[in-house]
């Protein structure tokens, strides 16, 4: 699976967008990007996931590039309870693969009030 | 509806010992997989578990093994424990593989 590359911390004002990017730039046209978040003392949550089109949920949206080397996790209205470290990853094997999740460092999102 | 649940929470082991954690995945999935995570880092990939058979493998040595049972509840057991054996286990359920549902995890602390 394509290795991404994520930004140590974030932060994020209460209320506002926040806007986490992630670059796979290496990523194969049958992979698919996920994001999955981890609040403190709790296991990961899946947030959302795409191959080339953008998604929206009732959690967030995201954005991939054209050339899907990188993408965007939007959270629209950030919430205290948001702050969390927030995992993208790619995947490959189709959308029903039971393939692994293979987890880096992800980005340190902290909202603040 | 139960989601992941995951037994005991926190667990207290020495050196040499064994140990062995549950986890009950969440209603009407299949798939049970085991993810240990250090202090500080993401999540790391033990094995996976699908119809009572070890489907995929992360990178771990022999002494991590598991077992899953009709009613699709996973153990994982260690032997042997080292120090650094110290984490928190995660166990995580799907329905063939798509979106991963976590437990809250175990604890262990190897003394």
């Known amino acids: 699976d394509a290795k991404t590359t994520q930004p140590t911390s974030m932060d994020c004002a209460e209320g506002r967008a926040a806007n986490l990017p992630c670059n796979h730039s290496?990523?194969?046209?049958?992979?698919?990007v996920y994001w999955y978040r981890q609040i403190h003392s709790q296991g990961p949550q899946y947030i959302i996931h795409?191959?080339?089109n953008n998604e929206t949920n009732e959690m967030a949206s995201l954005i991939i590039t054209e050339d899907r080397k990188s993408s965007t996790l939007i959270l629209p209205h950030a919430t205290l309870r948001d702050t969390a470290v927030y995992y993208c990853?790619?995947?490959?094997?189709?959308?029903?693969?039971?393939?692994?999740?293979?987890f880096g460092s992800g980005t340190q999102l902290t909202v603040l009030p | 509806d139960a989601g992941v649940t995951q037994s005991p929470t926190h667990l207290i082991k020495t050196r040499g010992q064994q140990v062995t954690l549950r986890c009950s995945p969440k209603?009407?999935?299949?798939?049970v997989s085991w993810y240990q995570q250090a202090l500080g880092q993401g999540p790391q990939f033990i094995f996976q578990?699908?119809?009572?058979?070890?489907?995929q493998r992360g990178n771990f040595p022999d002494r991590f093994s598991g077992h899953q049972f009709p009613n699709y509840s996973s153990e994982l057991n260690v032997n042997a424990l080292l120090l650094g054996d110290s984490a928190l286990y995660l166990c995580?359920?799907?329905?063939?593989?798509?979106?991963?549902?976590f437990g809250s995890g175990t604890q262990l602390s190897v003394l």
């Open positions: 995580a359920s799907s329905l063939q593989g798509e979106k991963l549902f």
């Open positions: 290496t990523i194969s046209g049958n992979e698919y």
């Open positions: 795409g191959l080339k």
């Open positions: 990853i790619v995947r490959g094997g189709g959308a029903g693969s039971a393939r692994q999740l293979t």
């Open positions: 209603s009407g999935h299949d798939t």
């Open positions: 578990y699908y119809e009572e058979e070890e489907r």
